[in-house]
């Protein structure tokens, strides 16, 4: 009686999960991104940024992979060892679009026709940096239990 009692509790709790569990392509998917930039280099990180990956992410938010950019500055200085410079916030459309790889590429020609130089700005722009690092977010609903 135990194991039947057992079996039912188990395929109830199933059913329940994947009926009320929303389908991952439906779901946007957040990352922030953080920048440490080497001292007195911020302002040139910023302007390649904008100048280059921006460009490059506002058209794959044009064809709708991307729901939201959101790039901010720490007003305040903490310890170095937990310094960010630039916190850049991306909504895309699902977890899909989140990790391909071809995010941008296909935009990248149109946008620079001289793709040698486009190389050397992103490659500068790395240069400068002291940490760089991804963290993927979820919001919560605090009115659900």
Same mark, same amino acid.
Not at 1 to 6: N, S
Not at 67 to 91: G, M, N
């Given at each position: 009686?135990?194991?039947?009692?057992?079996i039912?509790?188990?395929?109830?709790?199933?059913?329940?999960?994947?009926?009320?569990?929303?389908?991952?392509?439906?779901?946007?998917?957040?990352? @922030?991104?953080?920048?440490? =930039?080497?001292?007195?280099? !911020?302002?040139?990180?910023?302007?390649?940024?904008?100048?280059?990956?921006?460009q490059?992410?506002?058209?794959?938010?044009?064809?709708?992979?991307?729901?939201?950019?959101?790039?901010?500055?720490?007003?305040?200085?903490?310890? @170095?060892?937990?310094?960010?410079?630039?916190? =850049?916030?991306?909504?895309?459309?699902? =977890?899909? !679009?989140a990790?391909?790889?071809?995010?941008?590429e296909?935009?990248?020609?149109?946008?620079?026709? /001289?793709?040698?130089?486009?190389?050397?700005?992103?490659?500068?722009?790395?240069?400068?940096?002291?940490?760089?690092? /991804? =963290?993927?977010?979820?919001?919560? /609903?605090?009115?659900?239990?």
């Open positions: 009686m135990k194991q039947i009692l057992f039912f509790c188990f395929f109830s709790f199933g059913l329940h999960y994947n009926s009320s569990a929303q389908n991952p392509k439906d779901e946007t998917f957040t990352i @922030e991104n953080y920048y440490k =930039v080497k001292w007195g280099f !911020a302002e040139e990180f910023l302007s390649l940024y904008k100048k280059n990956h921006y490059l992410l506002k058209k794959a938010q044009e064809k709708g992979d991307l729901i939201a950019i959101q790039i901010e500055k720490s007003r305040q200085h903490a310890s @170095e060892e937990s310094r960010w410079d630039y916190r =850049v916030t991306l909504v895309f459309k699902n =977890v899909q !679009a990790f391909d790889p071809n995010l941008t296909p935009y990248k020609k149109a946008l620079y026709p /001289d793709l040698d130089k486009l190389k050397k700005d992103e490659q500068r722009r790395f240069e400068i940096l002291l940490a760089h690092w /991804d =963290v993927e977010v979820q919001s919560i /609903d605090p009115d659900k239990p």
